[in-house]
């Protein structure tokens, strides 16, 4: 069974950082695209950054270029999000997430929601002003 268990979240100032983990398992973590999603209330769920394990290429969002930086750990199964000057527009509730099948084609689709079937729980990060 693939499952993702995200942390890191919390309450941070505005200029602040946070980083938040993705542990994964039930697959063979380093030939899949996992990507970092985040839903604000009343938005649509966002691609902020893609990374494939297999070949390092990662996506980043125009909104995010620049301040945050998406790492794995294939010894850990882990993809890390490192978030710093933090904005409150980041404010969000960010989920990973894992395509059906494996590839770097899916670090394409980073923007597309319905291209990723597997889902962890979410992790709500507030920025205050």
């Known amino acids: 069974e693939v499952q993702f268990v995200e942390s890191g979240g919390g309450l941070v100032q505005a200029g602040g950082s946070l980083r938040l983990s993705c542990a994964a398992s039930?697959?063979?973590?380093?030939?899949?695209?996992i990507a970092w999603f985040r839903q604000a209330p009343g938005k649509e769920r966002e691609g902020v950054s893609c990374i494939a394990s297999s070949d390092s290429s990662t996506y980043y969002s125009d909104s995010v270029k620049g301040r945050f930086t998406i790492s794995s750990d294939k010894a850990k199964s882990t993809v890390y999000l490192q978030m710093n000057s933090l904005k409150p527009e980041d404010t969000a509730v960010y989920y990973c997430a894992a395509p059906y099948y494996s590839g770097t084609y899916f670090v394409s689709q980073c923007q597309t929601p319905d291209v990723f079937n597997y889902w962890g729980q979410g992790t709500q990060v507030t920025v205050s002003s």
């Open positions: 039930g697959f063979t973590f380093a030939d899949y695209t």
